[in-house]
């Protein structure tokens, strides 16, 4: 059984910056194309970042220039920097297989960007 679990989210004001992180057990992350995602106040869960296993990323057009998705394969940890954080990015984000998430989510990690 694959679990994910996503930590350091937290409440910046908008310009602001946060790394989140994501440990998984029953998956290894060197040998799955992994990335983030997040879901917005009544909004579906939409892509955000994506590591191939082969190292290319690839990032939704919002974020692109912003963000930076990247991993520590030793410690089996995805992060995600983000920079210059809009208020509109306030949601739970969460770490899955991309693009297709094929695991059960975890509960996510909070992001609060005020205005």
């Known amino acids: 059984q694959v679990q994910l679990v996503e930590s350091g989210g937290g409440s910046v004001q908008a310009g602001g910056s946060l790394r989140i992180s994501c440990t998984g057990t029953?998956?290894?992350?060197?040998?799955?194309?992994m990335g983030w995602f997040r879901q917005a106040p009544g909004k579906e869960r939409e892509f955000v970042a994506q590591l191939h296993d082969a190292g290319v990323q690839r990032y939704s057009g919002s974020v692109q220039g912003r963000f930076t998705i990247s991993s520590d394969y030793d410690k089996n940890t995805l992060f995600l920097q983000m920079n210059n954080l809009k208020p509109e990015e306030t949601g739970v984000y969460f770490c899955?297989?991309?693009?297709?998430?094929?695991?059960?989510w975890g509960q996510g990690t909070q992001v609060s960007v005020s205005s």
């Open positions: 029953g998956i290894v992350f060197r040998y799955n194309s």
């Open positions: 899955n297989t991309a693009p297709g998430p094929m695991h059960p």
